[in-house]
């Protein structure tokens, strides 16, 4: 059963990805000019002092709009750094864009540690989630590795995460397993949805 439902995902991954990785570069930084303007006058973000992005790889939606909406709004943003050996992100205040970020693990750009201090997940109030498949429950995949469930895993209260992609990442249903971290919004290019609890 265990394998089966991995196979699954795997599956779902690769067919949606698939369909990703075939678009327009242009398309995906639309996409996110138009998902940081749904973003920015969402009230969990607007109270939020303490933001938690990432930096686009491959084919994710752009979401540097949204960082630099954060910056110029006065909020702490914080980026994930990749710690290979344990598959755990190490989060890092980023004050500059150009300045303060290095190519890291897997090639994905990340905050230099020599010029950035490290925050506690516990002091992130609100966090932008990468993923491949969603469903409008708040149902998420990733990417495989399970970085982000182990970052959020047991903390309580949990901060409000945010998913940004395109609307043709929206499945039905997304196969969960009991340690998977479900959304509390979706934003697309289209749509902002409150989805947690929801299905």
């Not at 992130?124 to 998420?140: C, E, M």
Request: glycine letters at 8%; hydrophobic letters at 40%; proline letters at 8%.
């Amino acid at each position: 059963m265990k394998g089966d439902l991995v196979l699954h995902k795997r599956q779902l991954r690769e067919a949606v990805l698939g369909k990703r990785d075939a678009l327009d570069p242009k398309e995906l930084k639309e996409a996110g000019k138009q998902i940081c303007n749904r973003i920015r006058v969402v009230p969990e973000y607007s109270n939020a002092s303490v933001i938690l992005g990432y930096t686009p790889y491959r084919s994710e939606v752009d979401t540097v709009p949204v960082l630099l909406q954060a910056l110029r709004d006065g909020k702490t943003l914080a980026l994930p750094r990749v710690n290979k050996h344990d598959k755990t992100l190490t989060l890092l205040e980023v004050h500059d864009l150009d300045e303060d970020l290095v190519p890291g693990a897997w090639g994905i750009i990340e905050p230099d540690p020599l010029r950035c201090r490290e925050i506690p997940i516990e002091a992130v109030d609100f966090i932008l989630v990468p993923g491949s498949v969603l469903d409008w429950r708040g149902g998420r995949m990733g990417y495989g590795a399970g970085f982000y469930d182990r970052l959020l895993d047991g903390l309580n209260p949990s901060p409000f995460c945010v998913a940004a992609a395109l609307d043709m990442q929206i499945v039905d249903e997304v196969p969960m397993e009991p340690h998977d971290l479900f959304l509390d919004m979706i934003v697309t290019p289209t749509k902002t949805r409150y989805c947690k609890g929801q299905g």
